[in-house]
């Protein structure tokens, strides 16, 4: 009598809690207990022979539910191993369930049923995207697809959603993993501070300001790179950021890529990368290195209104101070220059030749541009005695690059040709006397050498060194 008793009563409790399951908007534990009189051990033997037959599908929705609710840190790749039982411990600890780390079916039924509810909103649901190769999870709610264009599969914002996400796909190499993370930090989408990792097989970049949070993340595996970059406004993260991380951890590679077509030249230029803006320099000039340690000397112009300053548009540096035309810059993290240029300790002579390189067109040519010219007037438009008047043709983006002498010695350096009064030439440029830079180096505590050489250079030896000593700088919004 008392047994057919107890399993009425256990007949009772598993109908309510159906019940529960059809009518409630968020079901709870307490509405779903598993029978107490039943061997915790029986229970996890008939969990994992449950587990063992659930298909892949199932077990990806699983883990994808435990890292919803922040559970669980792996991949969602439907392998249920240590981590995902680990997951599924904890949310049976959050829930007041026993301990088994292994769901039972009902249990099962609960996670899945709760994180519906939680998602819908959202319309999580796994993507096949079929020519990029790729499988991923992402909000169908929010995004809709826009086009192919190699190597990218581009989903932008749909309804009210900030979000947009850009699939990567392409055969490559662990250079090309590397150049692929160079260049993503180069768009005008990809804020500059924040989180950059890369390893032999991965990448993942974190960065944020007041307008942008972006998040990219590739891998490479059997020849081929996959992944994405994802951005949106930062006052989304607290949804967005949840989303962001079960696509990077969903993401698959299924096939190989179809986007295999060769980009033509109007989609990779100086200021576009595949159809995606390349962040660009405010303004760039010429700077030159004049010791050991990488300090540089530039145009003072360089350093007005700039969020930050770069030599070669990679490496940042601190500005030490700017006076009478000059810049005193100082790499944040060491530099060894190729070369560096000393000063002269004799004075200039008028007529005598001079050259210079410099980054006339603002870093377009990969390379310094070797300029030869002459000593005009020993003084400036004014008189003034620490300025050069040079027959030598230079361009704005000359403006700080190194006036040196046969020897390859610095006599002055390249500033602005404008003048309130007066204008000068097409052939004419100006030049600050090395004396007026030497005296700024020594307020400043910085090391130069003067030379004290008195050997002509060849025309290769003297272009050669000019070039090794010649860096672009350039001024970032």
């Not at 249920?80 to 904890?90: D, E, N, P, R, T």
């Not at 999580?124 to 086009?147: D, M, Q, T, Y």
Request: net charge neutral; glycine share 6%; charged share 25%.
């Amino acid at each position: 009598m008392y047994q057919a008793l107890i399993a009425s009563f256990f007949t009772l409790i598993i109908s309510i809690s159906s019940l529960a399951v059809a009518q409630t908007s968020k079901i709870t534990s307490s509405s779903l207990s598993e029978p107490k009189s039943i061997s915790s051990v029986k229970n996890n033997d008939e969990s994992l022979l449950i587990e063992r037959k659930l298909s892949e599908k199932i077990k990806r929705d699983v883990q994808l539910a435990l890292k919803w609710f922040k559970h669980y840190q792996g991949r969602i790749d439907g392998s249920f191993g240590k981590m995902s039982q680990q997951a599924v411990g904890l949310w049976q600890q959050q829930n007041k369930f026993a301990v088994t780390n292994s769901l039972s079916r009902r249990q099962r039924e609960l996670l899945l049923k709760n994180y519906a509810m939680d998602s819908v909103e959202f319309g999580l649901k796994e993507f096949s995207e079929e020519k990029a190769g790729i499988r991923i999870i992402l909000p169908s709610e929010l995004l809709k697809f826009e086009k192919y264009e190699f190597p990218f599969a581009y989903y932008s914002n749909a309804k009210d959603s900030d979000l947009k996400i850009i699939l990567i796909s392409q055969p490559g190499t662990e250079k090309a993993l590397k150049a692929l993370y160079d260049v993503l930090q180069t768009l005008a989408i990809v804020p500059a501070d924040g989180v950059k990792e890369i390893s032999q097989s991965s990448f993942t970049i974190d960065t944020q300001d007041l307008e942008n949070k972006a998040y990219a993340y590739a891998s490479l595996k059997g020849g081929y790179i996959k992944g994405f970059l994802a951005y949106y406004p930062p006052e989304s993260q607290a949804v967005l950021g949840a989303i962001i991380q079960i696509a990077k951890d969903s993401i698959t590679s299924v096939s190989d890529p179809l986007l295999k077509e060769a980009p033509s030249e109007a989609e990779i230029s100086r200021t576009f990368f595949y159809g995606l803006k390349i962040k660009t320099p405010k303004l760039s000039r010429t700077g030159f290195f004049i010791n050991e340690g990488g300090t540089v000397i530039t145009s003072s112009n360089i350093s007005e209104d700039c969020s930050k300053i770069t030599l070669d548009k990679k490496f940042e540096v601190n500005l030490v101070g700017s006076e009478n035309g000059v810049s005193v810059l100082e790499p944040k993290e060491p530099i060894i220059p190729m070369n560096f240029l000393t000063f002269s300790k004799n004075t200039i002579g008028l007529n005598s030749r001079v050259s210079s390189a410099g980054y006339s067109y603002e870093g377009e040519l990969p390379e310094p541009s070797i300029t030869y010219g002459s000593v005009e007037n020993t003084k400036g438009l004014k008189g003034e005695g620490n300025i050069i008047i040079l027959s030598l043709n230079l361009l704005p983006g000359d403006y700080g690059s190194a006036i040196v002498n046969e020897r390859g010695e610095i006599i002055g350096m390249a500033i602005d040709n404008q003048d309130e009064f007066k204008t000068l030439s097409n052939n004419s440029s100006l030049a600050l006397k090395s004396e007026t830079i030497l005296k700024i180096l020594r307020k400043h505590k910085k090391l130069s050498h003067i030379n004290s050489n008195f050997e002509k250079l060849t025309d290769k030896k003297l272009s050669t060194k000019i070039r090794e000593s010649t860096i672009l700088v350039s001024c970032w919004p």
